[in-house]
């Protein structure tokens, strides 16, 4: 433990410690079986036991009912920017695109490859992704609304969903998944690459309601169509069972060790609120999202000069701060403070970039 630092990075990003304890506790021996984890076959009932688990408590914690189908698949959110238009998009349906960053942009990309008729229906890229688009018109006949709720980039975040009419939402959640209750009346399907919020690096989480499901056409790759894994139960061939089974144990610690979402919405706004009240009260440190669409995980900022942001980088990580380095595509610094980010981690950063104000402005 004393070797262990605040974990500021954007993922793979800090895990809770008490799911890192009991993996350590029970990683050579799992559930009695005399295997580690690793070890378990797919297809026992110990690794049924625990992706059931990781699936009920998924449900329960988002409030979904029969609907919907939790499904773990591989390739990361990435994979989904291509299969969502291929699962959906058949005989010339269309779908409405929102453009918040590098991460709509990929996916509006890869919808553009394969020669689907989609319409960017708002964009903030004329503001260089620093806001959230409000009053967009969305189109009627769209088979769904896609966008991406949390962009980890540029630091901005929608603070509640669009309403998109009978038009249901597809929604990348990687980076803000389970950190807030959400209201999925209106959500077809949600994807999460599990390595910034829920887990490790190597699964995606896909909850898919069963009105899109049934538009998946039988001829896509099997590999790509969401049916072969929603009929299988994500077992069509070898899961990342590691992966699930670590999304099993971060699923039950905000179930039974922080008592659901709503609470966890509440211990990320305090730490939210802590670290941009400290930044609009410095004229050294400027955060870079507007008010009203600043993201409550991925808090990106700005200091007077790359010089002072290399050495801020530097000064914080031998004060035991790691992950500060803003996304290589747009420079200056970030803080992502996930779930397992507490509120010691903030408190010890706003003193430290007290101190570094103090001492280099």
């Given at each position: 433990m004393q070797d262990r630092i605040?974990?500021?990075?954007?993922?793979?990003?800090?895990?809770?410690?008490?799911?890192?304890?009991?993996?350590?506790?029970?990683?050579?021996?799992?559930?009695?079986?005399?295997?580690?984890?690793?070890?378990?076959?797919?297809?026992?009932?110990?690794?049924?036991?625990?992706?059931?688990?990781?699936?009920?408590?998924?449900?329960?914690?988002?409030?979904?009912?029969?609907?919907?189908?939790?499904?773990?698949l591989q390739g990361g959110a990435s994979m989904q920017f291509c299969m969502t238009p291929l699962n959906f998009l058949s005989n010339g349906r269309s779908a409405d695109y929102i453009n918040t960053g590098t991460w709509s942009t990929k996916a509006i990309k890869e919808a553009q490859f394969q020669k689907k008729p989609i319409k960017v229906v708002?964009?903030?890229?004329?503001?260089?992704?620093?806001?959230?688009?409000?009053?967009?018109?969305?189109?009627?006949?769209?088979?769904?609304?896609?966008?991406?709720?949390?962009?980890?980039?540029?630091?901005?975040?929608?603070e509640s969903l669009p309403d998109t009419g009978q038009v249901p939402m597809v929604i990348d959640m990687s980076s803000d998944i389970m950190s807030r209750p959400i209201d999925m009346s209106k959500v077809g399907m949600i994807y999460a690459g599990g390595q910034k919020n829920i887990g490790p690096a190597g699964v995606c989480m896909v909850i898919i309601r069963q009105d899109l499901l049934d538009l998946v056409p039988d001829n896509i790759p099997s590999m790509l169509s969401y049916a072969t894994f929603a009929n299988t139960n994500s077992m069509y061939n070898t899961p990342p069972c590691f992966a699930i089974y670590t999304i099993q144990l971060v699923m039950k610690w905000l179930e039974e060790t922080i008592g659901g979402l709503e609470k966890m919405d509440a211990r990320n706004r305090q730490k939210a609120d802590l670290l941009y009240n400290f930044l609009d009260s410095s004229s050294f440190y400027r955060a870079t999202a507007d008010i009203g669409s600043r993201s409550l995980m991925n808090v990106t900022f700005r200091l007077p000069d790359e010089t002072l942001e290399k050495n801020f980088v530097a000064k914080a990580m031998e004060n035991g701060m790691g992950g500060l380095k803003g996304h290589r595509s747009v420079g200056g610094c970030r803080a992502s403070i996930y779930n397992a980010t507490g509120i010691d981690a903030i408190k010890d950063l706003v003193s430290f970039m007290a101190q570094f104000e103090k001492t280099s402005g």
């Amino acid at each position: 433990m004393q070797d262990r630092i605040h974990n500021f990075n954007a993922g793979p990003a800090a895990l809770p410690l008490p799911v890192l304890e009991e993996i350590r506790d029970s990683f050579l021996n799992f559930a009695g079986s005399g295997m580690s984890i690793t070890e378990v076959s797919h297809r026992s009932k110990w690794f049924d036991d625990v992706i059931n688990d990781a699936i009920e408590r998924t449900k329960r914690l988002l409030n979904l009912d029969d609907q919907y189908k939790v499904l773990f698949l591989q390739g990361g959110a990435s994979m989904q920017f291509c299969m969502t238009p291929l699962n959906f998009l058949s005989n010339g349906r269309s779908a409405d695109y929102i453009n918040t960053g590098t991460w709509s942009t990929k996916a509006i990309k890869e919808a553009q490859f394969q020669k689907k008729p989609i319409k960017v229906v708002a964009s903030s890229e004329d503001k260089n992704f620093c806001y959230i688009p409000k009053n967009i018109s969305f189109n009627k006949d769209a088979v769904y609304v896609h966008l991406t709720s949390n962009n980890t980039i540029k630091g901005t975040q929608f603070e509640s969903l669009p309403d998109t009419g009978q038009v249901p939402m597809v929604i990348d959640m990687s980076s803000d998944i389970m950190s807030r209750p959400i209201d999925m009346s209106k959500v077809g399907m949600i994807y999460a690459g599990g390595q910034k919020n829920i887990g490790p690096a190597g699964v995606c989480m896909v909850i898919i309601r069963q009105d899109l499901l049934d538009l998946v056409p039988d001829n896509i790759p099997s590999m790509l169509s969401y049916a072969t894994f929603a009929n299988t139960n994500s077992m069509y061939n070898t899961p990342p069972c590691f992966a699930i089974y670590t999304i099993q144990l971060v699923m039950k610690w905000l179930e039974e060790t922080i008592g659901g979402l709503e609470k966890m919405d509440a211990r990320n706004r305090q730490k939210a609120d802590l670290l941009y009240n400290f930044l609009d009260s410095s004229s050294f440190y400027r955060a870079t999202a507007d008010i009203g669409s600043r993201s409550l995980m991925n808090v990106t900022f700005r200091l007077p000069d790359e010089t002072l942001e290399k050495n801020f980088v530097a000064k914080a990580m031998e004060n035991g701060m790691g992950g500060l380095k803003g996304h290589r595509s747009v420079g200056g610094c970030r803080a992502s403070i996930y779930n397992a980010t507490g509120i010691d981690a903030i408190k010890d950063l706003v003193s430290f970039m007290a101190q570094f104000e103090k001492t280099s402005g």
